[in-house]
């Protein structure tokens, strides 16, 4: 990654949580994504992905959906759209063999207990669409199966490496950082929450990391 990045990426933050829907921007889920099912005893996460106008993926390009509960072993899969290159799904929680991706406190905080689902586009070789998209171009489909079928959104639950193309035909790394309904304990049947009080509890429960010397 180069460096002129890493200082972009805190403005990047400050869009994606006052409106990460809008954000045009990256590798994003779609609007409605995730699609929630009931799978036999179990429930079935579906999030279709896609890239903005502009945007493509390479090499060093990812996006992870973070802290799945109830994660039942086996059944992660990425589908590819139509023409899309097929990436590598791994599903594990983080630590010093597997790193979070996105270590730069507080932008990603995730439980260290819970496994993460890290779509990567690891193939070196032409890029994707290329020449770069105008419009909206389709990535895939992950989907993922967990005994929880309640999702609420805590702390930062999908984050984002891709590419843009930008004026005179510059390359820029774009990144983004998002809530997104994963699946969750039902805090409700705990303690009554209201709609404000939920945003609270989100915040109690992000964890900062202990900062760097």
């Known amino acids: ?43 079935t ?6 890239l903005p106008s502009g945007s493509f993926v390479d090499d060093d390009s990812l996006f992870i959906v973070y802290d799945i509960n109830g994660y039942v072993p086996g059944t992660a899969a990425f589908t590819p759209s139509g023409g899309a290159p097929t990436p590598t799904l791994t599903v594990e929680a983080f630590s010093p063999a597997f790193p979070n991706p996105f270590p730069i406190p507080p932008l990603v905080v995730p439980e260290t207990a819970l496994p993460n689902m890290k779509v990567e586009y690891g193939a070196a070789g032409t890029p994707f669409p ?5 419009g909206d171009t389709a990535l895939g489909t992950l989907t993922f199966d967990s005994t929880i079928g309640v999702g ?12 843009r193309e930008i ?8 990144s983004n950082y998002q809530q997104t309904v994963v699946p969750a304990p039902e805090m409700s049947a705990v303690l009554p929450i209201s709609a404000a009080g939920l945003g609270a509890l989100g915040f109690a429960l992000w964890r900062r990391r202990p900062s760097r010397a």
Request: overall charge positive; hydrophobic content about 45%; aromatic content about 8%.
């Open 152 to 163: 609420i959104k805590i702390g930062i639950n999908f984050a984002a490496f891709s590419k």
């Open 1 to 43: 990654m180069n460096t002129s990045v890493s200082t972009l990426r805190p403005l990047v933050l400050g869009v994606g949580l006052l409106g990460a829907a809008s954000l045009q921007a990256d590798i994003l889920p779609t609007a409605g994504s995730p699609i929630i099912s009931p799978s036999g005893p179990n429930f």
């Open 45 to 50: 996460y579906t999030y279709n992905v896609f």
């Open 167 to 174: 004026v005179g035909g510059l390359i820029s790394e774009a």
């Open 130 to 134: 290329a020449p770069v998209n105008v």
